[in-house]
């Protein structure tokens, strides 16, 4: 196995949610969570909306401010709230990216795209002259499939899946090694959407990137992820390998989220019989006890609500925190 | 009379904007029977919401019906005045929007919104209505529907504001439910449940559903035909299984082609559709698709293919099937 490139430990991130002195209210995006990237590795982030998906990628760039957890890249400590340890994340925003959700809000519409994907350039002073800057550009938006003549036109003048790809080309421009993919697919037509992911697929080919892929679509990150982490409510409740994941999943809301995939097949649509879960995700605000998925769970019992289970690597390389693995399988 | 609920027959309808002339239809016929389910799946632009939309007199300006006649249920909308078609609007056939957030009037209560449509269409006086509200709340499967009647949307998840639309929606058990994107906002778990719901109203009232979707997987779970639509055309029509196994055109087969599988363990590539969506304002001559097409003929690019006919229900506008059908034919002479 190689290196790990990313090692995230007991990540918590908490917003102030209004109230005074200790009636201060907080949500609890992300709860307690733990995993490793390796190198060149894309790990699958999947879970509703609301489970603090995407504040874990954010919150990992610092876009947030951590409230709790350790987060070490490449050896290098970027934060350890408990010990006060914070880097200065200048150098580091040239080894980390990220891609945006959604193409037609992460541009700014009055500047050029060759600007949009320059602005990095610039920041990390990384051309000596226009002529450089200007040649990065360009090979930048070959590499995602845009060409030289798109570097003067204006965000509004792209389609939805070109857009995505000046996001991506714009991530790219600093030759990062780490980019958090925060569903870049979702806002994109069918159609497209195959396209931009084999795009990715060949950019990490290419250039060795490592991803952290977050998306709702499980059947889309489990095309693009070597290992699939399921979230809940703010806590990581499953993590294995991708294809071990979605044939043999531990965790009852792994389980409920595969079987409410629709499948495109109509005779196998009709064969499966479909989990659907009970009511809806609790507020973060204010989180059930003990194990957060108990109030959706049919397997729940008393110990549920009174005890957090554990985070236990079940199997080598399977993860899952439930009380009732043995029950529910 | 006609023995379908819903018969379109070459609809033409065109937006006319100040940039030109936007052909959001362009020969498009549909019919469907009672209690039927009809899948309109495409990507977006391509006209699926305009059909359902126009079927209920909603074409917002500067949109124009140029062709065509629609029939529902006796009667012929293109013909009716804004004041009968309010009569049958929420009535005879109802719509369910995508996004709950924003179709909901957010300084109105639940209850006065469903008792709103309730009042309108039957001669109910409001405490009836009100009971009425309340059993259509447990009907989509709210719990203590008191209490939410008596609740503003800004109160309720995402997927609490579906089941009130098709509450609303279902108020005068309409013949027709058109469901535009219903679940597209929300979560997988969630949209299950929307999804089991609305099949099991279907079985329980007996209407019909026009389901419009962009999502391949939700249309071969729920419906029984299929149209898949491309550029303001039905480039492909027919049941779920036509569509599924043996589809004709060039776009289904890489729509389906594209859909990454969950069961396959060894890392497939996905097999996307080049190019980019089509510019309705300068449509391509001939084919729509066939700039992106990966089987292009010459004459795709010059005249829009016939319709080809496989069976009774099942066809396709695709000149590679009007060639191979043509092909079979001088064999067999």
Redesign the interface.
């Known amino acids: 196995m190689s290196e790990k490139l990313v090692q995230v430990e007991h990540l918590r991130q908490y917003f102030s949610a209004g109230g005074i002195g200790k009636y201060r209210k907080y949500v609890q995006a992300v709860d307690d969570v733990s995993f490793d990237i390796y190198k060149g590795e894309t790990l699958g982030l999947v879970g ?2 609301g489970c603090g998906k995407t504040t874990t990628g954010r919150t990992l760039l610092r876009l947030y401010e951590p409230t709790g957890g350790r987060f070490v890249y490449d050896n290098d400590v970027i934060f350890d709230v408990e010990k006060k340890q914070y880097v200065k994340m200048l150098p580091y925003r040239k080894k980390m990216q990220i891609v945006f959700q959604d193409p037609y809000a992460s541009l700014d519409p009055r500047m050029t795209i060759g600007d949009i994907v320059g602005e990095a350039i610039d920041t990390h002073k990384m051309a000596a002259n226009q002529k450089e800057r200007y040649d990065i550009i360009i090979e930048m938006l070959q590499r995602v499939g845009l060409n030289s003549e798109h570097a003067n036109r204006y965000p509004h003048e792209f ?1 939805g ?2 857009r995505q790809r000046v996001g991506i080309a714009r991530a790219l421009a600093v030759r990062p090694e780490f980019i958090v993919c925060d569903e870049p697919i979702s806002a994109l ?7 931009v ?2 795009m990715f ?1 060949d950019l990490q080919a290419e250039m060795g990137l490592t991803y952290l892929f977050i998306a ?1 679509d ?3 990150v ?2 693009i992820s070597n290992r699939i982490g399921v979230m809940y409510l703010g806590r990581m409740v499953e993590l294995a390998d991708s ?1 071990e994941l ?2 043999r999943p531990l965790h009852p809301y792994t389980k ?12 196998a ?2 064969e499966s019989s ?1 989990i ?2 009970e009511g ?2 609790p507020s973060p605000l204010n989180p059930p006890s003990g194990c957060r998925f108990r109030t959706r769970c049919p397997y729940a019992d008393e110990r549920c609500a009174a005890e957090v289970p554990e985070w236990r690597e079940l199997e080598k390389g399977h993860f899952a925190a439930c009380h009732h693995i043995d029950k529910c399988n | 009379m006609s023995e379908y609920l819903v018969d379109i027959k070459n609809e033409r309808l065109s937006f006319f904007t100040p940039a030109g002339e936007v052909k959001a239809l362009n020969d498009v016929s549909i019919c469907l029977k009672e209690g039927e389910v009809l899948g309109i799946v495409g990507e977006s632009g391509s006209g699926k919401s305009v059909t359902a939309y126009s079927l209920m007199g909603l074409t917002a300006h500067p949109g124009k019906l140029i062709d065509g006649s629609l029939y529902f249920n006796g009667h012929q909308i293109e013909t009716m005045s804004d004041k009968e078609m309010r009569k049958i609007r929420g009535n005879e056939i109802s719509i369910i929007f995508q996004d709950p957030m924003t179709s909901l009037n957010p300084v109105y209560t639940i209850g006065n919104q469903i008792a709103e449509a309730i009042l309108l269409h039957t001669d109910k006086n409001k405490a009836q209505a009100k009971v009425r509200a309340k059993e259509l709340l447990e009907l989509v499967g709210i719990n203590e529907p008191e209490k939410r009647l008596k609740q503003y949307p800004h109160e309720l998840s995402g997927g609490m504001r579906q089941r009130v639309m098709i509450a609303i929606a279902l108020a005068c058990e309409p013949k027709l439910l058109i469901a535009d994107e219903p679940t597209t906002a929300l979560d997988v778990t969630i949209q299950a449940q929307i999804l089991e719901l609305m099949m099991e109203l279907k079985d329980k009232l007996g209407m019909a559903i026009i389901m419009i979707t962009h999502d391949l997987g939700v249309v071969a779970s729920m419906c029984e035909r299929i149209a898949v639509m491309y550029a303001g055309k039905i480039v492909e029509y027919g049941t779920a299984e036509d569509i599924f196994y043996e589809p004709k055109h060039q776009y289904t087969k890489g729509l389906i082609r594209s859909i990454p599988r969950l069961d396959t363990k060894e890392h497939e590539r996905l097999v996307p559709i080049e190019g980019t969506p089509v510019d309705m304002l300068n449509p391509p001559k001939g084919c729509p698709f066939a700039p992106r097409c990966d089987a292009c003929m010459k004459i795709c690019l010059r005249e829009m293919p016939p319709v080809t006919n496989f069976g009774e229900i099942h066809y396709t506008q695709c000149w590679l099937n009007q060639k191979e059908e043509m092909e079979k034919g001088a064999a067999n002479e």
């Open positions: 509703e909306s389609s899946g070109q037509d069918v159609s497209i959407q195959a396209q992911i084999n697929e709702h499980l059947s889309a489990k095309h294809y979605i044939t409920s989220l595969i079987s409410a995939i629709p499948i495109a097949d109509p005779k649509a009709k479909r659907v879960l809806d995700v």
